[in-house]
């Protein structure tokens, strides 16, 4: 049986899958980039345990923009050439794409059991679709309708300058320009940003923070242990929503906007409760505009490998 490789490497995870003829995710497995020091390790690794021969064809999504045939990472020490990884693994076709174009590539293909909406609006068919994803960074990226079928559009929107809403929003930002210089959207919008937002809150109110990790702030946010853990995670949410009211007005991505990455699942009912789809919508002439685009929540697992295997039908 004829079977292909794809990958989606992030700053912790390195998720490997096979693909059938019939275009199917089959043996998918999560790694942790951290137990194998080279790319090339974790996927002999992978392939060592569901079938040890090298495909012909793979794709790999990564966590960074692709640069001719030189990749590294932006939050993982990994590096690589691209020819040359393909030589040594023996892979004849070797693809590699940034992460969230492979998590635009998937959206046309999830189901309605795949996500879970947030606030109102319907999709308009064909129209562009937005995706971004807080993780170990902030991904980002467009899927367009063109020629009969979705393109996707990669970019680096995840390190747009991060805007205050509000004056709580303002005195957290004033406090991370002190340490960063300039804040991005992925500075507040990925696990490292929740740790900042936490820190920030706690410093401008001149409380010694804890040594909390993402994790913990979620947790103890949840658990209504800690005021300023639960504040961090609420503004996360708000701020969340208008970096992906300012992707859905400047798209016009009246087909969905759709938020992937690892944390926002586990937050559950906290997100569907937040501000996230009323500060989507805060857009003042533009509210209506912005209440009639949807907003999901990605559930399926492995959906950025859906997204990278599409590309190896798409000849």
């Known amino acids: 049986m004829t079977v292909y490789l794809v990958g989606d490497i992030g700053a912790t995870n390195a998720r490997f899958a096979l693909v059938d003829a019939k275009g199917s995710l089959i043996r998918a497995a999560d790694l942790l980039c951290r137990d194998h020091p080279t790319m090339a390790d974790a996927i002999t690794s992978y392939l060592s345990a569901v079938n040890g021969a090298a495909p012909q064809r793979a794709v790999l999504a990564v966590a960074t923009t692709p640069r001719d045939d ?22 004849g076709d070797l693809q ?36 971004l994803g807080p993780g170990s960074g902030l991904g980002v990226s467009t899927a367009v309708y063109a020629a009969g079928r979705y393109k996707a559009v990669p970019g680096e929107g ?31 919008l990925s696990g490292p940003g929740l740790v900042n937002l936490y820190r920030a ?39 969340l929503g208008t970096v992906a009211g300012n992707l859905a007005i400047t798209l016009g991505a009246r087909g969905g906007v759709f938020i992937a990455g690892g944390i926002v699942p ?41 997204g990278a295997a599409s590309l190896l039908n798409d000849d």
Not at 99 to 127: M, R, S, T, W, Y
Not at 221 to 238: N, P, T
Not at 274 to 301: C, H, N
């Open 201 to 239: 809150l706690c410093e401008i109110d001149a409380k010694v923070p804890d040594d909390l990790t993402a994790e913990d702030i979620t947790k103890a946010g949840a658990l209504g242990a800690c005021d300023y853990a639960g504040s961090a995670v609420d503004m996360f949410c708000a701020m």
């Open 96 to 131: 590699v794409i940034n992460d969230f174009h492979a998590n635009a590539l998937a959206l046309p293909h999830l189901a309605d059991a795949d996500v879970l909406k947030v606030g109102g609006g319907e999709p308009i068919q064909h129209a562009p679709m937005g995706v």
């Open 266 to 306: 586990k937050l559950g009912g906290t997100f569907a409760r937040s501000q996230f789809r009323e500060r989507f919508e805060d857009k003042g002439r533009f509210r209506d505009y912005l209440a009639a685009i949807p907003t999901y929540v990605i559930t399926r697992p492995h959906a950025a490998l859906v």
């Open 158 to 188: 995840g390190h747009v300058t991060m805007a205050p809403a509000d004056d709580r929003e303002s005195a957290v930002l004033s406090a991370l320009r002190k340490r960063f210089g300039h804040v991005s959207a992925e500075r507040v």
């Open 70 to 91: 030189r990749v590294s990472f932006t939050n993982n020490p990994w590096q690589f050439s691209i020819t040359e990884l393909a030589t040594h693994l023996g892979i």
